[in-house]
């Protein structure tokens, strides 16, 4: 047995202290009026970085919440990771829901429930707690070790991207490690792959200076939500294809390995169908229902609406119809030339008689993949095998994760995802917990990661 | 000159204080604190037809706000007219912008201004004065009158097909005349030959049993927005026409008579769009925009909303959509057929995974039109054309005119529009007026039409 296991094996009781100590913080990053316990976290997470043994500890100032940076650099020609979690947490609302108070961790029926313990703030202290026991038994770690704690990630991280260009060289990395992820089911470990991109905008279309009678003028002008109605169904064909010239330009088609790997997670159709209340599935034609959720571009639409919305009717024709379109993006898809392409499609398609507008929100985010083979996922994969008995499940999320891009492009660096809590542990919900034993075997798997990741290589 | 023509004269300031004393009484049948007023204004109406000399003078109650019934029936073997006209009147919100107070009667620079007075107290007032001058000085009528009084038409008179079919035998006639309609401009006469039916629905898309995350499930569930932006795509083409089966199959076509007398409307587009503020006007290939909006059939949105309408952006993937539909109609539309085509059609253009609900508010409208060449238009036509040295334009709406239709259903008798009032009046708007030289030539006008219907026949 490794040195750092006796360690850890026999630090279990203070750094379970830390970890309730950190969750009593309520680091709501959401709410101004929380802003100084967000940054007691930081205060928090930085203590405990210099406590384990790690250098230049300091806490960055964004223009919003702080990030924390850590290293340890005295591995000369051995690679450095970069380690990356964020100490904020969601807001508690309901309260009510609670069934003990969010901010007092507790444990019952082997877990601990407290907002944030899942969501991830026993995943900053893990990766914290295996240098840690590396340090003080061995002195020395076999990589080097940088750190990049955020207290933004439930804000969606607006001050990140921003900061870590200004600050490249600091975190300059061979690797990212993200605690912010978690494993497929009770006995079934996971490996993140890839995350899709995003790109939106709002559309508003304007006819006539005010509403009309639809009875006197319909017929004889155009009524702006069928002009929006056209030139949305334009976009979209029967087939559930995206029909934007160009939209499946740049779409890296689904390898006969991607698509064998997908199949090979379990997914029960009729459950999900029966989950979600629907009598059927329904999308692109030639890919299952997971293919078309994580590695299938979309464009839908989140929101439309014009004219009369009251009780009973009204004959009118208006002169105003609205949209907010996002698109899903999978590599190498560019978020800004979708959009692009899906705006001047629309423009094409709209009858005369009414003008549009485009309000392109933020600039979108770019989708991401991590090749199933690259050599951190190798190294992942065989010690959650050691680790569960069981091969692990490649996953993909359909939703946007903007950090994995983001180390990507600025940092060149790929984001490896290793993390233990799992999807029905009600972050972002009342009585957010994680179970006990995946809060203890986090230590020992960063260590074993860190170990095999020096031997073996991280790129 | 004629006796009747020398009473007129002689009679123009009571008259003209009889309109004042009616424009008195707020008749807003809109508003349940002003139903006493209505029922005033029915007395006085009544009072003043038996002032006229007219016989059963009686205030029929309907349920709602009453029906004043009037006759004079002594010719035995002429045709029986049958006037209508409705004594309510419109909210008069914003009171502020009144210049002077909407129930009090003004008369500035030729107008006379007060809420009511050109839709249509005048209206009311005149087809009784005339009937008076022709009793007073001759003593008989050349042909059978009865009078329909509404008190509700400014609130769709909700009560008065029912009231209308249980009364059918009092109310049997060979001609309706209504003095609900107007001139085409300053010195064009018109005489209004259709107007559209209508129908209407609304639906209510459902998909899963709450909103789902668009990053998560989007591509991998139907988005309610989507399937009823493509079935609604599916009700109009590029084209404009409506692409519901079935849709046009009862439409009378166009004939070439009935386009040269749209044809010879004055219609100035230029203007027509300057006012609209749009830069083209759009609609069914093939027709003109006045044919559009007068003679032919549409499938209009009302009003359409679901998912995310604040500001910014929300990923969600929506569980509902919702949209109001109403089609106008000409003849030989059914709106209870038409309304059951587009549904069924919707029905078959909605994607799997969702579920619609259609919910038919009423029963709709029926289209009507009478021939520009039916013996009365042709009396009404030459008398017009006496009193103005100027040919009557033949017009339609392509708004709904319920009472027409239903006195052609129920009474089996067309209506013949005859009125002075125009556009431009202001009725539903503050600062209402009518021309007072408009005022005057109504009681003569209306002497003339009971001549000459009487020694030309009106069917």
């Known amino acids: 047995m490794a040195?750092?296991?006796?360690?850890?094996?026999?630090?279990?009781?203070?750094?379970?202290?830390?970890?309730?100590?950190?969750?009593?913080?309520?680091?709501?990053?959401?709410?101004?009026?929380?802003?100084?316990?967000?940054?007691?976290?930081?205060?928090?997470?930085?203590?405990r970085a210099r406590a384990a043994g790690l250098e230049n500890v300091v806490i960055m100032?964004?223009?919003?919440?702080?990030?924390?940076?850590a290293d340890w650099l005295h591995a000369p020609g051995k690679p450095t990771v970069l380690i990356y979690g964020h100490f904020d947490v969601q807001p508690v609302d309901p309260l009510a829901l609670w069934e003990t108070p969010p901010f007092e961790p507790t444990i019952r029926d082997g877990r601990m429930y407290a907002r944030g313990v899942s969501d991830m703030k026993a995943g900053v202290l893990t990766g914290i707690a295996a240098v840690e026991a590396m340090l003080k038994t061995s002195g020395a770690l076999p990589l080097n070790v940088k750190y990049f704690l955020e207290g933004q990630e439930e804000i969606g991280?607006?001050?990140?991207?921003?900061?870590?260009?200004?600050?490249?060289?600091?975190?300059?990395?061979?690797l990212v490690i993200s605690a912010d992820s978690g494993q497929f089911?009770?006995?079934?470990?996971?490996?993140?792959?890839?995350?899709?991109?995003?790109?939106?905008?709002?559309?508003?279309?304007?006819?006539?200076?005010?509403?009309?009678?639809?009875?006197?003028?319909?017929?004889?002008v155009t009524n702006p939500l069928h002009a929006l109605v056209q030139a949305l169904a334009s976009c979209r064909g029967a087939d559930g294809r995206v029909l934007v010239p160009g939209f499946y330009d740049e779409v890296l088609p689904l390898s006969a390995e991607d698509r064998a790997m997908i199949a090979h997670v379990p997914f029960d159709e009729a459950e999900y169908r029966a989950e979600l209340g629907v009598d059927a599935l329904w999308g692109e034609v030639g890919y299952t229902p997971i293919e078309r959720a994580w590695a299938r571009p979309t464009l839908e639409i989140n929101g439309m609406w014009g004219g009369f919305q009251g009780a009973g009717g009204k004959t009118v024709l208006p002169n105003e119809a609205h949209a907010k379109i996002t698109c899903r993006l999978v590599p190498d898809q560019d978020p800004t030339v979708i959009v692009d392409r899906v705006i001047a499609h629309i423009g094409r398609n709209l009858p005369p008689g009414v003008r549009a507008t485009f309000d392109r929100r933020g600039g979108g985010a770019f989708p991401y993949l991590i090749p199933a083979d690259h050599p951190a996922n190798q190294v992942a994969a065989e010690i959650l095998r050691e680790?569960?008995?069981?091969?692990?499940?490649?996953?993909?999320t359909g939703g946007t994760v903007p950090v994995m891009t983001m180390f990507k492009t600025i940092l060149g660096a790929d984001t490896l995802s290793f993390a233990f809590g799992l999807n029905d542990e009600r972050y972002h919900a009342p009585n957010e917990f994680m179970r006990m034993a995946n809060i203890e075997r986090g230590p020992a798997a960063y260590c074993m990661l860190i170990e095999r990741l020096a031997a073996k290589g991280v790129r």
């Open 3 to 47: 040195a750092w296991n006796s360690y850890l094996d026999a630090h279990k009781a203070p750094f379970l202290d830390d970890l309730k100590a950190l969750l009593r913080i309520p680091s709501i990053s959401a709410i101004p009026e929380h802003a100084e316990d967000v940054a007691a976290a930081a205060e928090f997470t930085a203590a």
């Open 61 to 69: 100032p964004t223009g919003g919440h702080p990030v924390v940076y």
């Open 157 to 174: 991280s607006p001050q990140i991207p921003a900061f870590l260009a200004a600050n490249k060289a600091r975190f300059a990395c061979d």
């Open 185 to 220: 089911d009770e006995t079934t470990p996971a490996l993140l792959l890839g995350a899709r991109g995003s790109c939106g905008f709002q559309i508003d279309v304007v006819g006539a200076n005010s509403d009309l009678h639809s009875g006197l003028y319909g017929g004889a």
């Open 387 to 396: 680790i569960y008995g069981k091969e692990p499940v490649h996953v993909r």
